[in-house]
């Protein structure tokens, strides 16, 4: 079996994220053993295949911001997956100390 790629390392990561709680980019980097590479874990999310079932949508900022601008229809469907999720969505921010897994 080969290795798998940096972008499959990453979505492991994600797909581990339990229901109702939100990482941040360099969680999620530090996990995938992608060191500080924070950055490019929004572009291997953006990559993600049609049908995929990876909860992107539970990846947000350290300081709880979602980084879709807000208004815009991906951060619209971010905070309504999350908040089906019970997680907290305050003026496009999550409260890290309560809801980081």
Do not use: C
């Not at 079932?53 to 979602?66: D, K, M, T």
């Not at 969505?89 to 999550?94: A, C, E, H, L």
């Amino acid at each position: 079996m080969s290795e798998p790629t940096k972008d499959q390392k990453i979505w492991q990561v994600v797909l581990a994220v339990p229901e109702g709680k939100v990482v941040s980019y360099g969680q999620v980097a530090e996990m995938a053993g992608l060191g500080r590479q924070a950055r490019y874990i929004g572009k291997a999310l953006g990559k993600l295949p049609e049908g995929h079932v990876v909860p992107w949508y539970r990846v947000i900022r350290s300081n709880g911001q979602i980084a879709f601008p807000m208004g815009s229809e991906k951060f619209e469907e971010q905070v309504s997956r999350l908040e089906a999720e019970g997680v907290e969505v305050s003026d496009g921010r999550v409260l890290m100390s309560r809801f980081r897994w």
